[in-house]
């Protein structure tokens, strides 16, 4: 039991090391408020993590009708009762004084209190007017990962089939759906082919631009526990800075930003040179082996190091261990699926894997992972860029049998075209295309790319834009119909994690004040439009949680995502259960692929695959010729030079990303006082190298501009590669002045005023990680210390004279010149 470990100064913990092969072994944490003893919790209610993409289980304790505290689930599969900040601090938030109670409307300019009736009755007008004048393709759905499977598959019904629009997306476009590209593009269809029991196999773990110590910070534990045990791991680390997991390394590989895929390219060619290669897995279960031989031909370590700017000789070591790994696991995130070229570099593990023979056995696969909490169900339930259940849209058979299960006419179902992507539905939004934009649980005016421009759309007179959330975010600032949602904890759901680990959370404590769960507003919404099915049924018949997730199954019965064969109490009682759960897997699927590829077939497939270059959609002809059998397909992908690259005016390549102790736009985790204070403002990360070139140190008060913005932040000196710099995007405005961006009063503060409006041609996700900027001195921090955390990749590089902590006495100063980025790959 670990409750009285400090658990901002000590993130992960203590150790319980275990050996290869071995059951992870149970360590349960738990925080409770201040004052609350356990013998006095008087319920512990069941759930699991909405603050990262883990799924942890927990237990929420209740006394007197609040949260109190949480516990881990010492028996669940997934953490095995470990808890990561977050999940111990977060729920605080929900008790948060500024949560949205009543509805808003907008009033001579004004957002004022109202009431259910009033609001969702100006919503229902106003799409009833627009479905009238200008058709299904004026309304847009962008909602969230973070909500409950049932609220996104009631909200893909109403939308794609009660509405008619192709307009909707999650702002899972934004974290992972580089990850269901590749999925796509390699197996014929999304599924997490590993699981994270292979971390207790793998004898080598690849990190493919994951900070797994920050985003999933339990499976970090598990490997610390692993490295701490009989037969560790070796680590290879693919990441500009010096993570946890870098410091931690056999060998880092700290590239230039964007090219990921000349470093990968080098990888394979030494794989193949020294035949590493297992060809019975090739001939048996692959296409297109030969087109990525000839391709990584000639992309030899001394050919990607002068791209790169990586060490040949580091990456002909990366490759022997890849290459005589008995049981390889590799995990991939934000470091190549917000990058340039990020489908093609994804893919190009997925061949790391398939030209090994590395899936489907203990140990050996590959996590295309999440950000988001609920990212996964997202997918599944076509509430982002699918049809739900992994049907594919070109698939006229596919799109009649989802008819089918709905009881509407296939040509109610829009397929005439991909369903739109978050960024072009804001282009349409923007051109004026689209008039209506309903915001759930996200906050784009924070999120997106090049904000000034986001604001700007947001702002327009003829967008009426609704946001459901349970703050009054920057996003709802700009609104005309604001709803106030329930959260975690005050409502029933199931969600599903990185590696389809299905679990329920059940509700705790009621919501406050006329707040709503998120699937009674949708609910409501397609009651007052009277959403009707081709016999004149109720389009949607369910009224509740549970029988919400019986309809899902019935969509998700035969399909690569099946649930037939849960139940709620089935969760309830054994926890975490990973799909497809059916007749043939009544306790689950450990891991996909372990007789072979599955879901490829032309018929079956989710999707025809794309051109990792242009991103234009193959036609079913196209891909029958190509894998007529179903078999996994190697595509190879030749290195293109970034879009926007260092000039002389913008001379550094600027990167964002996470910190452990902030989720998102920190909506939750900024109103959790522990989280907080671990890291309460923006900061920029920059190398040593060029601090001294710059003239610049520890605390100084900088300005990072690129050609579309700026913002002002304290410097942190770290061991982060030359030439480059880091700025966290959890930062906005909404506990500022300005509220909802920066005025004469607030100047910049979030990383994506700087940010650029470009996105992968496959997978459409933002390149969050592909920008040229500016860095200039505001003024000198003469004794201050950038507000960063010390604990995590942003420990500076000399701890001499900064604070143990930036919010108090609890974090540790991390080690320094030994765990730079220096002696990980030094290329000064």
């Not at 696991?329 to 994804?346: D, E, I, R």
């Not at 008060?701 to 590669?721: D, F, H, K, M």
């Amino acid at each position: 039991m670990e409750s009285s470990v400090d658990r901002i100064g000590d993130p992960w913990g203590g150790r319980v090391p275990h050996g290869r092969g071995k059951r992870w072994p149970a360590r349960v944490d738990t925080f409770l408020a201040e004052g609350v003893d356990p013998a006095m919790v008087q319920e512990w209610v069941q759930a699991a993590s909405i603050l990262h993409s883990d799924g942890d289980a927990m237990d929420i304790a209740v006394l007197d009708g609040r949260m109190v505290g949480v516990r881990g689930l010492a028996t669940d599969r997934v953490n095995r009762g470990r808890l990561g900040p977050k999940d111990l601090f977060g729920w605080q938030a929900n008790a948060s004084p500024d949560r949205l109670t009543r509805p808003l409307v907008r009033e001579g300019g004004r957002l004022v209190e109202s009431d259910w009736e009033t609001a969702m009755g100006r919503v229902v007008n106003r799409s009833q007017e627009l479905l009238k004048d200008r058709g299904p393709g004026s309304l847009g759905f962008y909602t969230s990962g973070q909500l409950f499977l049932e609220e996104y598959y009631t909200l893909a019904v109403l939308a794609r089939a009660g509405v008619g629009t192709n307009h909707l997306d999650g702002n899972t476009r934004l974290c992972t759906s580089t990850a269901a590209e590749a999925l796509k593009e390699s197996f014929g269809c999304d599924g997490q082919p590993g699981s994270y029991d292979d971390i207790d196999h793998a004898d080598v773990i690849a990190l493919f631009g994951h900070n797994l110590a920050e985003t999933q910070p339990v499976q970090w534990m598990r490997i610390l526990d692993r490295l701490e045990g009989t037969e560790p791991p070796r680590l290879v680390c693919v990441d500009p800075r010096p993570t946890q997991v870098a410091r931690r390394a056999t060998v880092h590989l700290a590239p230039r930003l964007g090219t990921n895929v000349a470093l990968l390219n080098a990888l394979l060619h030494e794989i193949i040179r020294t035949d590493r290669v297992d060809h019975a897995y090739l001939q048996a279960h692959t296409v297109g082996y030969e087109e990525l031989s000839a391709r990584v031909k000639d992309c030899t370590p001394a050919w990607a190091a002068g791209i790169c700017d990586v060490p040949a000789a580091r990456i002909g070591k990366a490759a022997d261990l890849l290459g005589t790994a008995d049981r390889l696991l590799s995990t991939v995130l934000q470091g190549v699926y917000q990058s340039h070229q990020a489908t093609a570099a994804a893919v190009q593990v997925n061949n790391l894997h398939l030209v090994r023979g590395m899936l489907g056995r203990p140990g050996a696969g590959v996590l295309q992972m999440n950000g988001q909490p609920t990212a996964q169900n997202t997918r599944e339930c076509g509430a982002n860029g699918d049809l739900p259940g992994f049907r594919n849209w070109q698939n006229d058979t596919h799109v009649a049998d989802l008819a089918n299960v709905w009881n509407v006419e296939p040509s109610s179902i829009p397929h005439y075209a991909p369903p739109t992507h978050a960024m072009q539905m804001f282009r349409y939004a923007e051109q004026g295309s689209i008039r209506m934009l309903w915001v759930s649980g996200t906050n784009p005016a924070v999120s997106l790319p090049e904000l000034a421009r986001v604001r700007s759309i947001l702002a327009q007179e003829r967008l009426f834009v609704v946001v459901q959330d349970l703050f009054l975010t920057e996003t709802a600032q700009f609104a005309d119909v604001v709803l106030p949602a329930a959260t975690w904890g005050e409502k029933t759901g199931t969600s599903t994690n990185a590696d389809r680990t299905v679990h329920v959370s059940d509700k705790a404590v009621d919501p406050p004040g006329e707040a709503r769960p998120d699937l009674d507003i949708f609910l409501d919404y397609a009651a007052r439009m009277d959403f009707r099915d081709k016999d004149g049924g109720p389009l949607i018949s369910w009224n509740d949680p549970e029988s919400a997730f019986e309809a899902w199954k019935r969509c998700s019965a035969g399909r690569p995502c099946d649930y037939t064969g849960l139940t709620y109490a089935k969760l309830r009682e054994a926890g975490g259960i990973q799909w497809p759960v059916n007749e043939q897997a009544p306790d689950g699927t450990e891991r996909l692929y372990t007789e072979g590829i599955s879901w490829a077939h032309p018929d079956m497939c989710e999707d025809y695959g794309k051109d990792l270059v242009t991103g234009a959609a193959d036609s079913v002809d196209v891909y029958r010729s190509l894998n007529p059998g179903g078999k996994a397909m190697i595509k190879p992908a030749e290195y293109l030079p970034p879009h926007e690259e260092p000039s002389e005016e913008y001379p550094f390549q600027l990167t964002t990303g996470r910190t452990l102790y902030h989720f998102h736009t920190r909506t939750k985790t900024g109103r959790a006082p522990q989280l907080n204070e671990a890291a309460p403002d923006v900061w920029v990360e920059i190398s040593e190298a060029d601090a001294a070139v710059e003239g610049l140190a520890e605390g100084d008060l900088v300005e990072v501009r690129s050609p579309r913005g700026a913002l002002r932040g304290r410097l942190r000196v770290t061991g982060l590669r030359p030439g480059l710099l880091f700025v966290p995007f959890h930062y906005g405005y909404w506990d500022t002045p300005a509220g909802s961006g920066p005025d004469a009063t607030t100047l910049g503060r979030a990383a994506n005023e700087t940010t650029i409006t470009d996105w992968d041609p496959a997978s459409k996700q933002p390149l969050f990680k592909s920008a040229a900027a500016a860095l200039t001195l505001v003024e000198r921090g003469i004794g201050d210390q950038a507000p960063a955390p010390t604990t995590t990749a942003s420990a500076p590089m000399t701890p001499a004279g900064v604070r143990a902590t930036v919010g108090g006495p609890r974090a540790r100063v991390s080690q320094a010149r030994d765990t730079a980025w220096g002696t990980a790959g030094d290329n000064r």
